[in-house]
């Protein structure tokens, strides 16, 4: 069985997996005005799907890096940055140790770079990046990375804002789009009326920016951050004793 996610982004071509994360005055965490962005490739890596058994002693997962799927990915991560006034790229990647996929990943990251000579650009070994995002977000702006480097970094990166019920994410393609929560769906507590919808909403706003609708996203997202600084009405897991659809009135009376 597959993930359906995985299988959605591989069949669609969704080759970018785009994860904002900003925090909200009133929400409580350890940071403030954080703003990055991570732009994870979604199509291939450790998550490429291609594993095989060696009898009963052990299992191989085969990493696939490619040049073009390098190229699109530090791509959109420059022209994100070009067309949203982000002022630098950071090329995430251990090519220190996998010289040859990751080594590929960063040439193909530094070739990009330097055709845009207006944003800055750097690279950074994976954990020294996650090490240095829990000492100074502050210095990170746009981040691009391979597949498995996405998934851990942005998770990482949800705890500095307020938990992964804050973040949303987008997955990207030449012809289509699927918006998600970075969280996944969360059986143990369905049907109980006590999730946080706001990773939900807030990929809804960046669905409704990718068709154009601007005045409806604003709309939304201006809501959120009022019930944010009000700070009253917040579900369990941002402080507060509110259920998902006290959550939801909140936001709707400011709409």
Same mark, same amino acid.
């Given at each position: 069985?597959?993930?359906?996610?995985?299988?959605?982004?591989?069949?669609?071509?969704?080759?970018?997996?785009?994860?904002?994360?900003?925090?909200?005055?009133?929400?409580?965490?350890?940071?403030?005005?954080?703003?990055?962005? +991570? @732009?994870?490739?979604?199509?291939? #890596? *450790?998550?490429? /799907?291609?594993?095989?058994?060696? =009898?009963?002693?052990?299992?191989?997962?085969?990493?696939?890096?490619?040049?073009?799927?390098?190229?699109?990915?530090?791509?959109?991560?420059?022209?994100?940055?070009?067309?949203?006034?982000?002022?630098?790229?950071?090329?995430?990647?251990?090519?220190?140790?996998?010289?040859?996929?990751?080594?590929?990943?960063?040439?193909?990251?530094?070739?990009?770079?330097?055709?845009?000579?207006?944003?800055?650009?750097?690279?950074?070994?994976?954990?020294?990046?996650?090490?240095?995002?829990?000492?100074?977000?502050?210095?990170?702006?746009?981040?691009?990375?391979?597949?498995?480097?996405?998934? +851990? @970094?942005?998770?990482?990166?949800? #705890? *500095?804002?307020? /938990?992964?019920?804050?973040?949303? =994410?987008?997955?990207?393609?030449?012809?289509?789009?699927?918006?998600?929560?970075?969280?996944?769906?969360?059986?143990?507590?369905?049907?109980?009326?006590?999730?946080?919808?706001?990773?939900?909403?807030?990929?809804?706003?960046?669905?409704?920016?990718?068709?154009?609708?601007?005045?409806?996203?604003?709309?939304?997202?201006?809501?959120?951050?009022?019930?944010?600084?009000?700070?009253?009405?917040?579900?369990?897991?941002?402080?507060?004793?509110?259920?998902?659809?006290?959550?939801?009135?909140?936001?709707?009376?400011?709409?």
């Amino acid at each position: 069985f597959k993930s359906v996610n995985v299988k959605l982004r591989q069949t669609l071509d969704l080759y970018v997996n785009l994860r904002p994360v900003k925090s909200f005055k009133g929400i409580k965490s350890r940071y403030e005005d954080i703003d990055l962005v +991570i @732009v994870r490739e979604n199509t291939e #890596g *450790l998550y490429s /799907g291609i594993e095989h058994k060696i =009898g009963d002693y052990g299992a191989e997962t085969i990493k696939i890096i490619t040049k073009p799927a390098c190229e699109r990915i530090c791509e959109f991560a420059f022209n994100y940055a070009k067309d949203n006034n982000r002022k630098k790229v950071t090329g995430v990647h251990k090519a220190n140790i996998m010289k040859l996929s990751d080594g590929l990943f960063l040439n193909t990251f530094r070739d990009i770079a330097s055709k845009y000579p207006d944003i800055k650009s750097d690279d950074l070994i994976v954990d020294a990046a996650c090490m240095n995002l829990v000492i100074n977000p502050e210095k990170y702006d746009v981040m691009v990375m391979p597949n498995l480097y996405g998934d +851990i @970094v942005s998770d990482l990166c949800s #705890g *500095l804002v307020g /938990g992964l019920g804050m973040i949303p =994410g987008a997955n990207i393609g030449k012809d289509y789009a699927v918006f998600e929560a970075v969280h996944g769906s969360a059986p143990d507590i369905a049907g109980k009326n006590i999730a946080n919808p706001t990773a939900i909403i807030q990929s809804s706003v960046m669905m409704l920016r990718y068709l154009g609708e601007q005045e409806a996203a604003a709309k939304i997202e201006n809501a959120l951050v009022k019930v944010f600084e009000k700070g009253e009405n917040l579900t369990g897991d941002l402080g507060g004793n509110a259920t998902t659809d006290e959550f939801t009135n909140e936001i709707l009376k400011y709409i």
